[in-house]
């Protein structure tokens, strides 16, 4: 199996809303990503989890609030998104962080309102 | 801070006719990655490249990263109309992983 799955396809959310986006891989990765793109933009990194533990977080604004709750399963919770915010939200799997192929979902289209 | 830069950002070639694109970084790479985008789709691996000055081909596809580990090159021979898609080159400095710009590429048939 080397699908990444995400869940919702497509999201509309109001400013005041609370919703998550959820990631899934069972290739027994031990790295998992997420990206935000923008039309026309090329992926942008947020988010890098390593053995479960958060290793990277590219100065993303604490209305996106990662978790992993275990080596499988990355979710992306969001409160009082900005329009600003509307996007594909990416999630990608490696075997572990550090050069190694990534392997993407086919992500979420936010659309905040 | 890390740049990862491509050119040309679009390029419209006739069925047949070849393209290339070419990615520059502004700090030398571990490595590069080449990825593959649909339209409506999401990135797909295509090939990596650690080693100064490798070149690696896979059917029409040719990669080269360069001497210094800072410009790697996508050549495409004959493009066909399931090559349309945006290429991106993908950087890897120090556990950071930095997308390039893309090159959007179209096939007229």
């Known amino acids: 199996d080397t699908e990444v799955t995400q869940t919702p396809k497509h999201l509309v959310m109001g400013m005041t809303n609370k919703k998550s986006l959820k990631c899934e891989q069972h290739?027994?990765?031990?790295?998992m990503y997420w990206y935000k793109q923008k039309a026309k933009k090329p992926p942008e990194l947020m988010f890098v989890?390593?053995?479960?533990?958060?290793?990277i977080n590219e100065s993303v604004p604490s209305r996106f609030s990662p978790e992993c709750p275990n080596s499988s399963l990355l979710n992306l919770h969001l409160h009082a998104l900005q329009p600003e915010d509307s996007a594909l939200y990416l999630c990608a799997s490696s075997r572990q962080d550090g050069g190694y192929e990534q392997y993407f979902g086919p992500g979420t289209r936010l659309t905040v309102t | 801070g890390q740049q990862v830069m491509q050119i040309p950002q679009y390029q419209h070639v006739q069925e047949g006719e070849d393209f290339t694109t070419y990615c520059n970084s502004s700090t030398t790479l571990s490595n590069i990655q080449w990825y593959k985008q649909r339209p409506g789709g999401h990135p797909v691996f295509l090939i990596q490249?650690?080693?100064?000055?490798e070149v690696k081909k896979q059917k029409r596809l040719t990669f080269q990263f360069g001497e210094a580990k800072k410009n790697s090159s996508l050549h495409i021979t004959a493009t066909q109309t399931t090559d349309v898609g945006t290429y991106f080159c993908?950087?890897?400095?120090?556990?950071?992983?930095?997308f390039g710009s893309g090159t959007k590429l179209n096939v007229k048939p």
């Open positions: 490249l650690v080693k100064s000055g």
């Open positions: 290739m027994g990765h031990r790295a």
């Open positions: 989890y390593s053995y479960e533990k958060l290793s």
């Open positions: 993908a950087g890897d400095n120090f556990n950071k992983f930095y």
